[in-house]
C-alpha cells in the first residue's frame, strides 16, 4: 500500500490499527452469530430486521456523543467503550430472549456510536499530518477485507462450533483493542470545558454550518450514501432475476464490491499526499456513478462484476478522502462532534435509501433501480461541486476549511 516508513514505525498507530483490525473481524463474526441466533429462537425475518433498526438506533445520537469525544479524554473513552462491548458481547452467550437480544444490540450500538467518532477524531493526533492519507487508506482497507472474509469466517465457527464461541471472540477483540488503545499515548482536552454540555453542542453545530468545506464532506457523505445505497435492495434481484446466477452470483457481486473497497483505500495508500484530495473526491464520486449506470446496462454478469467493482474502489477512495479532508480542516478540538456528524448523516441515509430503493425494486425492477441510482449519485456529485466551487477558487486545497 505504500506506507511510509515513519507510519509504520509508529507505535501508537501500529497499536490503534491492530485494535481496529480485530475488532473489525470480530464484528463481522458476531453479526452472522446473531442473525443465527434470533433466527433460531424466533423463526422470524421481522425479527432480525428488528435487530437491525435497534443496532443503527443509537448513532441517530452520534451528535451528542460527539460532545464527550471531544470533552472527555480520548483515550478513557476508547478504553471504556471497548470494555463495555466486550461485557456486552459476552451477555450475548446467555441471551435467549428477543426483548433482552434487543437491548444488548442497542446498547452495543450506543457504544459503537460513542467509540466512532472518537477513534477518527484521535487519529490527527496519533499518526501527524504528514501520514493521515496513508493511515485512512490502511484502516478502510482493512475494514474492507474484514467485512468480505468476516461473514465467511462467522459462517464457518457457527456451523462448527455455535453462535457462543463467535460471541466470545468478538468479546476477546474488543479486550484486544482495549489493551492496546490503553497504551495508545493520546492527550486529553487542553482545560477543563466550562461550557455546559449543550453549549457544546451548539458550538459544533455552529462551526459546521460556517465551514464550507467541512460542510460539504459531511453533507456529501449524507447525499452519497443516500444515493448509491437505493441499489443496495436490487442486488439480490439482479444476480437471481436479472442474469440467473442465483445465490452464488449474489455473494459474487456483495465480494467484488467489498475487494473493490479494499483496492480504492489502497490506491490512496500508494498515492498519500502526491495529489489533490478534493480532485480525488469528485473523480471517485463521478465514476461512482458511471459504474452504477454500467451494472444497469450490463448485457452479462461479468460486466455487472466488473462495474461493481469500481463503484467498491470509488467506495473505498471515498471513505478515505472523506476522512482525510476532515481531519485536516477541522479543529482538533472539533473533531469528535463533526464526525458524529457524519456517522448520524450516513446511518440516516441507510434508513432513508434501504425503503425507497426496495420500493423501487418492486415497482420497476434492478436495472432501473440501478439507473436511478447512478444518476441521482452524478447529480449529487454535481451539487457539491457548485457548493464547493467558491471555496476551490478561492484557496488552496491544503488550507483549513
Do not use: H
Request: proline share 4%.
Amino acid at each position: 500500500m505504500g506506507l511510509s516508513n515513519s507510519l509504520l514505525s509508529n507505535r501508537g498507530f501500529m497499536r490503534l490499527w491492530a485494535g481496529q483490525a480485530a475488532s473489525f473481524v470480530g464484528d463481522a463474526v458476531s453479526m452472522v452469530a446473531l442473525v443465527v441466533l434470533i433466527v433460531q429462537i424466533t423463526g422470524s425475518a421481522s425479527a432480525v430486521g428488528g435487530a437491525l433498526v435497534a443496532r443503527v438506533l443509537p448513532t441517530l445520537a452520534s451528535p451528542f456523543f460527539g460532545v464527550l469525544a471531544d470533552r472527555l479524554d480520548r483515550r478513557m473513552v476508547l478504553v471504556a467503550s471497548d470494555l463495555a462491548r466486550a461485557l456486552l458481547a459476552v451477555g450475548f452467550v446467555f441471551a435467549r430472549d428477543l426483548a433482552v437480544l434487543y437491548v444488548l444490540i442497542f446498547l452495543m450500538g450506543a457504544a459503537r456510536a460513542l467509540f466512532n467518532p472518537t477513534v477518527r477524531a484521535a487519529f490527527p493526533g496519533v499518526v501527524g499530518g504528514g501520514d493521515l492519507t496513508r493511515a485512512n487508506s490502511l484502516i478502510s482497507a482493512t475494514f474492507s477485507v474484514s467485512v468480505t472474509a468476516g461473514p465467511a469466517l462467522g459462517g464457518l465457527l457457527v456451523a462448527g462450533v455455535g453462535v457462543g464461541a463467535a460471541f466470545l471472540l468478538d468479546a476477546a477483540t474488543f479486550l484486544f483493542s482495549a489493551a492496546l488503545l490503553y497504551r495508545l499515548p493520546l492527550s486529553g482536552p487542553e482545560a477543563e470545558s466550562e461550557e455546559s454540555f449543550l453549549s457544546e453542542f451548539k458550538a459544533g453545530l455552529g462551526y459546521l454550518a460556517g465551514a464550507r468545506v467541512p460542510l460539504a464532506m459531511v453533507a456529501g457523505a449524507f447525499l452519497t450514501v443516500l444515493a448509491t445505497d437505493l441499489a443496495t435492495p436490487a442486488e439480490v434481484f439482479l444476480a437471481k432475476q436479472t442474469f440467473g446466477t442465483g445465490d452464488a452470483g449474489y455473494g459474487l457481486l456483495l465480494g467484488v464490491w467489498g475487494a473493490g473497497m479494499a483496492v480504492g483505500s489502497a490506491c490512496m495508500g500508494v498515492l498519500g499526499d502526491r495529489v489533490p484530495l478534493l480532485p480525488i473526491y469528485f473523480i471517485g464520486i463521478f465514476a461512482w456513478a458511471l459504474a452504477l449506470l454500467g451494472t444497469a446496462t450490463s448485457p452479462i454478469f461479468a460486466a455487472a462484476l466488473g462495474a461493481l467493482a469500481v463503484a467498491g474502489v470509488a467506495n473505498g477512495v471515498d471513505n478515505v478522502v472523506t476522512d482525510t479532508v476532515l481531519q485536516r480542516r477541522v479543529p482538533e478540538a472539533l473533531l469528535g462532534r463533526v464526525f458524529s456528524v457524519r456517522f448520524t448523516g450516513y446511518s440516516a441515509a441507510e434508513a432513508l435509501a434501504y425503503p425507497l430503493g426496495g420500493l423501487f425494486v418492486d415497482t420497476f425492477g434492478p436495472r432501473p433501480t440501478y439507473a436511478l441510482s447512478g444518476l441521482v449519485t452524478a447529480g449529487v456529485g454535481v451539487l457539491i461541486l457548485l457548493f464547493l466551487l467558491p471555496a476551490l477558487l478561492a484557496r488552496p486545497e491544503g488550507t483549513q476549511g
